[in-house]
């Protein structure tokens, strides 16, 4: 049952063949059994069952709110949550519980789905690992579940990494503890951790979905993201979050339904391009190989595949990082101890209490971006920096608009240079130079407020998922979301549960063991 989509379990609650509770049952002691992947911060098992006892008195008397209701799902720990804690992984906000719902949180308890937990992720959103966390970093699942890890592997192994920023979010639907989560994604913060945990990964068109109640990270890139197990479940989930917020001035009205994707989409109509530019420094064989391959399918479809270019993509990185951080700057003022979050009990002054509380409510990835970014806003530094980042950013969109003005109708390229790393290797380098390598494909996207949509293709040598990424025009989410449809139909990527229970059972004894060390 936890391994089915969200239109067949949705099906089999209508049908009476599993109850909404019985239902959050399972999710609940699955993230118990799992506990040890450390992918929630916060569980909320007393609301979700409550939630799941009135979506069954609903669907007992024939009046579901709509294709979610009953359905578990988890949201990354920087959505504010009604009388829940919300954290962002960081001291500063470890106490903090928010009076009100974001937009996209309401719309989905509006249609009866059921909130089971808030996700760990890196702090403040600020991270490719999700292992910079006040809480401790995210396992990836498939470090277990995986038929070529070796029978002994035991929790504390030297597992890989769930991806960041939103590692915890894609190691819930991973590990079918929730069946849709969500994520943020300001430079591929949701599909960064879709590919490497074999999940399906929507970065929206900016401006479809609401940001209302979504702790900033950088506000001109930031977008709600959509983490499922199929495509088609990206399509529901984003035809219910989708639509105009009059607490959202960056948002459009909702355009023509998402849900029904077509299920004989013709790819000979399509034009796929594939930029010379992302074959980049670091790219696996295997990712580059499975590229490839899927290139490779669209042509035998029929579809026209070629070479494009996107020439500014060399600035990117460099583009992204001054301009992300310069709007770090600006939204983290916020945290300053006087209304909410982490305060210092230094006091011999206004701003010594300021620096204490921010030295001691920020990790060092939060403050170096800070800092940096206060330094490209200085009078003197103002023009060379951020303005200047400002303008080859609009050149980065206008490559874009010139490929799809072309006829180029999506384009193809990988989702992260390799599939994920081993924790040890990650967290010897550093967070910021890791992020930049592994932001390669995915920031141009949010710069230029375009749909991205990874799809997990394959396993690697090492039986980690290897994910590609689609690209298409402003607004043609659904377009995009059934070429993917059309890659995921094609493909052969093996479900987690075909692998899971091989390894568990050694990881739950290890656990288990663990957890009686530490009572003793």
């Not at 989409?265 to 980049?280: L, M, Q, R, T």
């Not at 590229?291 to 026209?304: I, L, S």
């Given at each position: 049952?936890?391994?089915?989509?969200?239109?067949?379990?949705?099906?089999?609650?209508?049908?009476?063949?599993?109850?909404?509770?019985?239902?959050?049952?399972?999710?609940?002691?699955?993230?118990?059994?799992?506990?040890?992947?450390?992918?929630?911060?916060?569980?909320?098992?007393?609301?979700?069952?409550?939630?799941?006892?009135?979506?069954?008195?609903?669907?007992?008397?024939?009046?579901?709110?709509?294709?979610?209701?009953?359905?578990?799902?988890?949201?990354?720990?920087?959505?504010?949550?009604?009388?829940?804690?919300?954290?962002?992984?960081?001291?500063?906000?470890?106490?903090?519980?928010?009076?009100?719902?974001?937009?996209?949180?309401?719309?989905?308890?509006?249609?009866?789905?059921?909130?089971?937990?808030?996700?760990?992720?890196?702090?403040?959103?600020?991270?490719?690992?999700?292992?910079?966390?006040?809480?401790?970093?995210?396992?990836?699942?498939?470090?277990?579940?995986?038929?070529?890890?070796?029978?002994?592997?035991?929790?504390?192994?030297?597992?890989?990494?769930?991806?960041?920023?939103?590692?915890?979010?894609?190691?819930?639907?991973?590990?079918?503890?929730?069946?849709?989560?969500?994520?943020?994604?300001?430079?591929?913060?949701?599909?960064?951790?879709?590919?490497?945990?074999?999940?399906?990964?929507?970065?929206?068109?900016?401006?479809?979905?609401?940001?209302?109640?979504?702790?900033?990270?950088?506000?001109?890139?930031?977008?709600?993201?959509?983490?499922?197990?199929?495509?088609?479940?990206?399509?529901?989930?984003?035809?219910?979050?989708?639509?105009?917020?009059?607490?959202?001035?960056?948002?459009?009205?909702?355009?023509?339904?998402?849900?029904?994707?077509?299920?004989?989409?013709?790819?000979?109509?399509?034009?796929?391009?594939?930029?010379?530019?992302?074959?980049?420094?670091?790219?696996?064989?295997?990712?580059?190989?499975?590229?490839?391959?899927?290139?490779?399918?669209?042509?035998?479809?029929?579809?026209?595949?070629?070479?494009?270019?996107?020439p500014h993509t060399q600035y990117s990185i460099v583009c992204y990082h001054v301009l992300c951080h310069t709007e770090v700057a600006s939204n983290m003022a916020r945290f300053d101890g006087l209304q909410y979050g982490h305060r210092s009990i230094v006091d011999s002054s206004t701003d010594a209490m300021y620096a204490s509380t921010r030295h001691e409510g920020f990790n060092d990835v939060v403050r170096g971006r800070i800092l940096s970014g206060n330094y490209f806003l200085l009078k003197e530094n103002y023009q060379h920096y951020f303005v200047k980042a400002q303008k080859v950013r609009r050149l980065i969109a206008d490559d874009f608009k010139h490929v799809f003005s072309s006829g180029v109708d999506v384009l193809l390229t990988p989702s992260t240079l390799t599939d994920a790393a081993c924790y040890s290797d990650f967290t010897q380098e550093d967070n910021r130079t890791r992020s930049a390598q592994e932001d390669v494909f995915t920031q141009p996207v949010n710069m230029a407020g375009l749909p991205a949509v990874s799809v997990p293709t394959a396993l690697s040598r090492r039986g980690l998922p290897i994910g590609l990424q689609l690209i298409g025009p402003t607004f043609q989410d659904k377009k995009l979301l059934s070429v993917a449809q059309w890659i995921e139909q094609r493909v052969g990527f093996p479900s987690f549960s075909d692998h899971r229970d091989s390894n568990e059972s050694s990881c739950d004894i290890e656990m288990t063991k663990r957890e009686q060390t530490s009572a003793v």
């Open positions: 049952m936890l391994s089915l989509t969200i239109k067949e379990v949705s099906l089999a609650l209508r049908e009476g063949s599993i109850s909404p509770t019985e239902l959050c049952r399972k999710c609940l002691n699955r993230i118990k059994k799992t506990q040890y992947l450390n992918a929630y911060i916060t569980k909320t098992e007393e609301l979700a069952l409550k939630q799941a006892q009135e979506a069954e008195t609903r669907l007992l008397h024939g009046a579901p709110k709509g294709p979610l209701d009953g359905i578990p799902f988890a949201v990354k720990d920087n959505f504010c949550t009604e009388n829940i804690k919300t954290t962002c992984a960081s001291r500063m906000l470890k106490d903090y519980t928010p009076p009100y719902n974001a937009t996209v949180v309401q719309k989905l308890l509006d249609q009866g789905a059921v909130l089971i937990g808030k996700t760990n992720m890196d702090e403040f959103a600020m991270g490719a690992g999700s292992t910079d966390g006040a809480f401790g970093p995210v396992r990836n699942p498939w470090s277990y579940a995986s038929p070529y890890r070796e029978q002994t592997a035991a929790p504390d192994s030297d597992w890989v990494i769930a991806g960041g920023s939103s590692g915890g979010s894609a190691a819930a639907v991973a590990s079918l503890t929730s069946y849709l989560a969500l994520g943020s994604d300001t430079g591929g913060s949701t599909r960064n951790p879709g590919a490497l945990c074999g999940v399906v990964a929507l970065k929206p068109t900016y401006g479809l979905l609401s940001r209302h109640g979504l702790i900033p990270l950088v506000n001109s890139m930031d977008v709600p993201g959509i983490m499922t197990r199929s495509v088609s479940d990206a399509a529901i989930v984003l035809d219910v979050l989708q639509g105009f917020d009059l607490r959202d001035s960056t948002t459009i009205p909702a355009p023509p339904s998402l849900t029904e994707l077509p299920e004989d989409f013709d790819a000979s109509n399509i034009c796929v391009g594939i930029p010379k530019e992302y074959h980049a420094p670091g790219l696996s064989e295997e990712t580059l190989a499975q590229w490839n391959r899927v290139a490779d399918m669209f042509e035998r479809a029929g579809a026209k595949v070629q070479q494009v270019s996107l």
